[in-house]
């Protein structure tokens, strides 16, 4: 069981974060309040940008490395709030807050596990806690900037908020520009290529067009048009039509598979923003994912994305808290989730530890 008082100060470092605003890519606050975590529990740390992390004491060259990863960034608070989003508050067992909930008790909750195996000795892997920024807009300076910085990573479990199931398969995702062309004119006058009119055969092409792998974890590709924009004056046929596709990408392809079959079969121009974003997943059979099936945890596929995206190792999302509560208003993560997530945390990794 662990110590309660750990418990406790998760959640007041989960207040603190909730107060301090860390919108992707401003998150000095609340970085500096992850190393006020660590310095009190004298644990050196490192910090690059505003991604800060720590190794076990006790670590040992050749052993494996576990990476625990969380994020304290969020994404600004909707129009919907009713509740001030940086006032954390606790109601009906319920934490409220900008944050609280993604991926806030999941960071906390890591953290207190973190420390509650920082000083032990003779275990199986070593391991190194990130609390990582820029996560919810996949930025320059987030923990794929920090993987340089250390050694190679054998497994991780990356924090979201997964009701403590094991998220064994994340899809990825690129995104594609569009441009749907014609030819543009007074509107006045006769045109047989007006591309706005040419957009109505593409996007009946992007609803019926099927990926033919269907992985069994995670299912199809889902592949959604998002955003269409096009002309300027009432009075002028403009020359084309940009178009923003989303596709979500299961474990049977790559991004590369994914942008060869776009760019050789779509009615239009595309352009892929990235590729970076890869689906992830860790197998069934590794030690991680049997031990939380042993505590009664299920497993399936996770349809968002996270920073597992940029991991090159097989990775297990897990964590307090519900998804469908991630970016919605008067956010909140109910306390006993954050005590009931840094149990299962520790018993997960008793086991193979």
């Known amino acids: 069981m662990i110590p309660q008082e750990l418990s406790i100060q998760a959640i007041e470092l989960l207040k603190q974060l909730i107060a301090t605003q860390s919108f992707s890519s401003e998150e000095e606050g609340t970085a500096k309040h992850i190393e006020n975590w660590f310095t009190a529990f004298g644990i050196p740390f490192k910090r690059e940008n505003n991604n800060v992390w720590a190794f076990n004491k006790h670590y040992e060259e050749g052993k ?4 625990l990863n969380s994020h304290h960034d969020t994404v600004k608070p909707n129009n919907a709030y009713t509740r001030d989003p940086f006032h954390p508050h606790i109601e009906d067992g319920k934490l409220y807050g900008l944050g609280s909930n993604d991926a806030g008790g999941c960071l ?3 953290l207190a596990t973190f420390t509650h195996f920082y000083d032990k000795g003779d275990l199986k892997y070593n391991i190194v806690m990130v609390a990582s920024a820029e996560e919810e807009s996949s930025g320059p300076n987030g923990l794929n900037s920090v993987l340089k910085r ?3 990573i054998d497994v991780a479990i990356v924090g979201e908020p997964t009701l403590m199931n094991l998220a064994i398969a994340e899809k990825g995702l690129v995104v594609f520009d569009g441009k749907i062309k014609g030819t543009p004119s007074h509107a006045a006058h006769p045109n047989d290529d007006n591309p706005i009119y040419n957009t109505i055969d593409v996007l009946k092409w992007f609803k019926d067009f099927e990926f033919e792998k269907v992985s069994e974890v995670l299912g199809k590709v889902k592949m959604t048009v998002t955003q269409i924009n096009a002309g300027k004056q009432h009075n002028v046929v403009p020359s084309e039509v940009d178009i923003v596709v989303d596709v979500r990408v299961n474990d049977c392809y790559s991004n590369e598979d994914v942008n060869t079959l776009i760019q050789e079969n779509a009615p239009c121009e595309m352009n892929a923003r990235s590729l970076r974003l890869n689906s992830s997943s860790i197998p069934q059979e590794h030690e991680l994912v049997q031990a939380g099936i042993s505590l009664g945890r299920s497993t399936y596929g996770s349809p968002t994305l996270s920073d597992q995206a940029v991991l090159y190792c097989p990775s297990l999302k897990l964590g307090p808290g519900d998804s469908t509560r991630s ?13 009931e997530g840094i149990e299962i945390y520790i018993k997960v990794l008793d086991k193979v530890l």
């Open 64 to 67: 494996p490395l576990l990476l």
């Open 108 to 110: 906390v909750s890591l």
């Open 150 to 152: 250390l050694p190679l």
């Open 327 to 339: 970016h919605s208003a008067n956010e909140f993560i109910y306390v006993n989730e954050i005590e």
